[in-house]
Nanobody, 120 residues
Framework: QVQVAESGGGLVQAGGSLRLSCAASGSIFSVNAMGWYRQVPGKQRELVGVTSGGSTIYADSVKGRFTISRDNAKNTVYLQMNSLKPEDTAVYYC???????????????WGQGTQVTVSS
């Protein structure tokens, strides 16, 4: 019913930048929050940042380096990552909290993930 697709991952040297994009599509009636999580093998998935209603929160580990922006008309969210560190290496997942045309319930939809690797 709702598809979430990320793009833009890859390999970058420490200190470099990457921009991830995520688009939500399908039978969407409305979108609430959009954002990003990340996961390293063997560890729990952790919040990177989420934007909703004009407000954005970030994990302490990325504050000042990562910026989330959103295009509501396109149901798209971006993650600009600057000053990347090797510890930012992870699979990055996009999330969309959306209501479909079939139900009043708001559900969280996840993308497949995109790998970001930061070399030292």
């Amino acid at each position: 019913q709702v598809q979430v697709a990320e793009s833009g991952g890859g390999l970058v040297q420490a200190g470099g930048s990457l921009r991830l994009s995520c688009a939500a599509s399908g039978s969407i009636f409305s979108v609430n929050a959009m954002g990003w999580y990340r996961q390293v093998p063997g560890k729990q998935r952790e919040l990177v940042g989420v934007t909703s209603g004009g407000s954005t929160i970030y994990a302490d580990s990325v504050k000042g380096r990562f910026t989330i922006s959103r295009d509501n008309a396109k149901n798209t969210v971006y993650l600009q990552m600057n000053s990347l560190k090797p510890e930012d290496t992870a699979v990055y997942y996009c999330i969309t909290d959306a209501r479909t045309i079939y139900s009043s319930a708001i559900n969280r939809y996840w993308g497949q993930g995109t790998q970001v690797t930061v070399s030292s």
